[in-house]
């Protein structure tokens, strides 16, 4: 296996969301496409579900939602580093007991963003992690509060040059998680407003979320521009749930916020 500074070489082998992983045993592995075998970093005899794994610029660390040891994938679980030459664990971040998800390194491997759920309290944190750049880390990680959403988020992605991190955001959600699924179950009081899923951007070191798509469109994807000046994204008008809505390709500019410049116009369904 290519190796770089004992770890592993490439960008983008990434797996974020609530997909879950379903081994037949504990095993988590990386597979590079020039590679002949694959290299397990961690097996056991029983069944272990991991949710998301994301693995940092320089390959020397991989972030893992892990559920606890004797539990199912269904259990509370913390984010796990772990270090990619050997699979040993450096950090195990656990800051509350919500449901974790959205890993994300910065683009410099110092820091990690991800997803705290609080189904009670109906919102979600965006949380960076400040990590140690010493193996093993020389230090605990230290764990900031960046923004809340009151409602759904989901995706967060680090800026190019790290200065801020966007996500997609449902406010005062009506509906459980499930955006392109048109029979997820209703809760709360239901109102006239549909739910549109929306891009939201904030910077690095916190402050207020600022919404820069418009409140009349269903924002599926996106990703951020080279130069981190905007987004392409695709979109329909409404909550996303009506298939006759077509969806489009946009461009969004953040000095330019709730413009969309259509790129592509598509006839399908965004569902």
Not at 22 to 33: A, D, G, N, Q, Y
Request: net charge neutral; aromatic share 4%; proline share 6%.
């Amino acid at each position: 296996m290519t190796k770089k500074r004992n770890g592993l070489m490439g960008k983008g082998f990434m797996a974020t969301g609530s997909t879950r992983l379903l081994f037949p045993r504990c095993l988590i592995s990386v597979v590079l496409i020039t590679a002949p075998v694959a290299g397990a970093f961690c097996a056991t005899n029983s069944t272990r579900e991991y949710k998301a794994l994301a693995l940092a610029p320089n390959g020397m660390r991989l972030a893992v939602l892990e559920p606890v040891a004797g539990t199912t994938g269904d259990e509370h679980g913390p984010v796990v580093i772990r270090n990619t030459d050997n699979g040993r664990i450096l950090e195990r971040i656990d800051p509350c007991q919500c449901d974790y998800s959205g890993l994300a390194w910065s683009p410099d491997g110092t820091h990690l963003a991800f997803l705290a759920a609080d189904d009670k309290a109906k919102t979600v944190r965006l949380e960076v992690a400040t990590l140690s750049a010493a193996t093993p880390h020389a230090s605990p990680a230290t764990i900031a509060t960046l923004a809340t959403v009151s409602g759904l988020a989901s995706t967060p992605r680090w800026a190019p040059d790290g200065s801020q991190i966007a996500l997609l955001v449902t406010l005062d959600a009506k509906k459980k998680a499930g955006a392109l699924e048109a029979a997820a179950p209703q809760v709360g009081e239901i109102g006239s407003a549909p739910d549109e899923q929306r891009l939201a951007v904030v910077s690095r070191s916190g402050g207020e979320l600022r919404l820069v798509s418009p409140a009349d469109t269903y924002i599926y994807e996106y990703d951020w521009t080279p130069d981190g000046t905007g987004f392409v994204v695709t979109a329909a008008k409404g909550n996303g749930d009506k298939k006759t809505n077509p969806c489009a390709i946009h461009s969004l500019l953040v000095a330019q916020p709730c413009v969309l410049h259509a790129l592509c116009e598509s006839g399908r369904s965004g569902a």
